[in-house]
């Protein structure tokens, strides 16, 4: 496992701005899923794994994830 770059680390925060994120919980838990998978990959191909999971974050996957957790929230 590697260590993350502080400009990788910016990378994120720049990228998950711009979905928009209402939620803290909704931020934090999409920000350990960009960090885990590029610690887990060399820097050679965190490329395509920020292309990956671009693909699977988009505005609407978080505004699922929000609906989710507002519907945890009122139980």
Known sequence: MRRLSPIELE?????????????S???????DHYHSALEECSEDN????LYKLNEDFT???VKKME????????K
């Open 25 to 31: 919980e909704v931020y934090e838990e999409i920000f």
């Open 11 to 23: 990378w994120i925060h720049t990228q998950l701005k711009n979905l928009h994120i209402r939620y």
């Open 59 to 61: 505005k609407d996957t």
């Open 46 to 49: 965190s490329d395509q794994f």
């Open 67 to 74: 609906r989710e957790l507002l519907k945890v929230s009122k």
